[in-house]
């Protein structure tokens, strides 16, 4: 039965060099054992470098992670051997810059001494997930060329569905047998690795291994292994640079990858052979990527040949192997004649990418003759397998015209060397194009350092103009809202004072409302006692009220000293309005502590069963008590008060009893004579209180005089503040000798000045916008508080 023949398409351009690959086909695959040092860069694939797990010193196993990926388009990287951690420093990298680069150096142990690994039996029992993370934990990165990591490039979307599945067997550039001898040997282990990508990609047209004809063994054995699985084999004829992936693919079906796309853009997937197996041995082995086939070939080798090479050997310890002599060598390339890069030091390692080390004669290889001028003959377009205009590039690349380079789609040319390879003048395009894309792309990168640092500026700077703007906002609001608070007032004078006093007013009930001081309860017990509303307190009950209003007196002695320090630093009218409140306070505390004393002694004095057994013995020892103290150290003040107060509650009683005494006359009552003694007791007592209270008002009159004079004297020395605080004692001293009513009086006449003078203020401060115009509505709302309740005691 005749088979059918596969269609295949041919790629413009391309070469035919001579091929070379004999040499090194001429014996198997050779372990390369082990050296006595490995160098494992942390970037042997495309994407960010590994990130090192380990620790100089550390001894690690064969296929022991020892950097992990670092990011999504990234490798780990593995032990090829066991050994010890000796360094991770900067050593010689494989690049065509001879640049150096971080590498973990393995000293190894000769055990060669594996982790514990495994497999999975039966592939098809994992996801597609499962699959790529043992990829991605393997560490593969394609092994055709530019090591690209295999997870990220199999992790396919489901929006673009593959329709077929592409095994990369070309190995077009001349030398290089590495795949070629894979295909022969190791046949399986590629078609093993092709059915788990096409389990993993599930392509829903077909699969397929493109070779060129000229690997006949390899495309036998590639036949052999794939029977019955569907798998097709796909040779067709040799011509440089097939192996390019878009070549590839246009070959195998016709189809072009678009400029600046992927193959997944046109349902295709591509991998190399070499990455199949590393495929297939990490998953069906659990074997990590530490090892690589790599051609070491050249007319310097005596015996050049494939070895299978433990990632990070140096290329020294693979041509000590192969007969290297240096001095028929004309230099060192790593990869092949085309595409490859001249090696500046043998002791760089085999790395992932790494196929191929060539050491050629002067006559394999001789030094390229002096370029001449470009005689516009075209061959380098016509050999372009990319359609590109070589020699227009060549004349943008001198001219460092970036633009128009792009422009050319510079990017698409895969650096085959093809142009170059046909130029009659020698001239060295391809080196031009490489120059030039690295230009671009390190300008392309300064460009977006710039932009990024521009932006950080740009949003620095946005962000603070935004805070200022905000600020200066809040200002002008507050000074808009003075402004029209100010206006209000001069259309209507009292309803924005009203409204900001009301305001004060409404905060200070709220914090007396929800003040946890215990001097207000003390306050509001000892008002709701004065009003008759509770019982008699217990002796104790009455200590502790004292104490708790001392306390309370004592912090508003404190506030008070300390507006009135303020208000001298600061000058002005209320530092007399101070210097009273400072006096008032330290009278109250006084008193206070007085009381407490007069209390304690008193419930001292008084025994306890006496007390306990008859209240009113007890009172009147208490009375005599206060009365002992009171003639002992009674201040004018408190005596004045304490006839007041026996002034009043004596002619509370006498209008009780003169109450009685009229019922009991209306009723008949026979008690009415003992009402009528009392009513008489009572009056006699009201007017010996009445003339006491005189004689001591008179008393203390004569003491005001004194005392207003010798303060007007101290008004006059140079300190404000103490005159200030003479004048208001002088002021109340001159206070003791008026009626009741004249006090009040003259305290309300003070309070409606403080208040209007308080107002004045309030109104330049809204003006101005000064945050003063909340503490002024404050003082105000106070003010009208003490001028209300002075109102209602005078009646
Ligand atoms: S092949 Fe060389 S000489 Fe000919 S056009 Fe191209 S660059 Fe010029
Ligand atoms: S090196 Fe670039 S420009 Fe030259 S032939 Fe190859 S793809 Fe074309």
Known sequence: MSQLIRKVWDIHGGIHPAENKQQSLQSPIQAAGIPPQLILPLAQHIGAPASPIISVGDRVLKGQ???EAKGFVSASVHAPTSGTVSAIESRLIPHPSGMSGACIVIDTDGQDEWLKHSGVEDFRSLSKMELIDRVRQAGIAGMG???????????????????????????????????????????AEIIAGAEILRHLIKPSKET???VEDNKPEGIAALQKAAEGTGIEIVPFPTKYPSGGEKQLIQILTGKEVPAGGLPADIGIVCQNIGTATAIYRAICFGEPLISRITTITGEACSQPRNYEVLLGTPVQFLL???????????????????????????????VKTSNCVLAPSVAELPPPPPAQACIRCGMCAEACPV???PQQMYWFARAQEHEKLEDHQLFDCIECGACSYVCPSN?????YYRASKAEIRQAQQDKIKAERSKERFEARTARLEQEEAEKEAKRAARLQAAKDKAAAAVSNPDSSKTDLIQAAIERSKAKKADAADPAHDAIARAQAKRDGKVEEETPAAKTERLQLLIASAERRLTSAR?????????????????????????????????????????STSAPADTDAADPAQAAIARAMAKRAGASADESDEDKTQRLQNLVATTEKRLAAAQQKQSIAQEQNDANVAAFATGVEKTQSKLDNAKQE??????????????????????????????AAIERAKAARAAQTDMSEDDKLKQSIASLENRIARTQEKLSAAQESGDDKAEILADSIAKLQDKLASAKQQLG
Do not use: W
């Open 693 to 722: 209270l005189a004689e001591h008002l008179a008393q203390i009159s004569t003491k005001a005089i004194t005392t207003e004079a010798a303060s007007a004297e101290q008004a006059s020395s140079d300190d404000p503040v103490q």
């Open 208 to 210: 397929l291994i493109g």
């Open 145 to 187: 060329g530019a090591g690209f990591p295999s997870a990220v490039k199999l992790s396919t979307r489901d929006d673009k569905p593959i329709e077929t599945l592409i095994l990369n067997g070309t190995e077009c550039e001349p030398y290089i047998t590495a795949d070629d001898i894979l295909m022969r040997e190791r046949a």
């Open 387 to 389: 359609s590109l205009l």
């Open 65 to 67: 992670m020892i950097a």
């Open 562 to 602: 300390e507006k009135l320090a303020l208000a001298k630093e600061q000058g002005g009218e209320s530092v007399e309005a101070f210097a009273t409140a400072v006096i008032k306070t330290e009278d109250k505390l006084i008193a206070l502590q007085k009381e407490l004393a007069e209390h304690q002694a008193s």
């Open 320 to 350: 000590d192997q192969s007969g290297f002599k240096k001095d028929d060598c004309i230099r060192l390339v790593m990869g092949g004649p085309m595409m490859g890069y001249t090696l500046q030091d043998t002791a760089v390692p085999i």
């Open 427 to 431: 001239i060295p395009l391809v080196q």
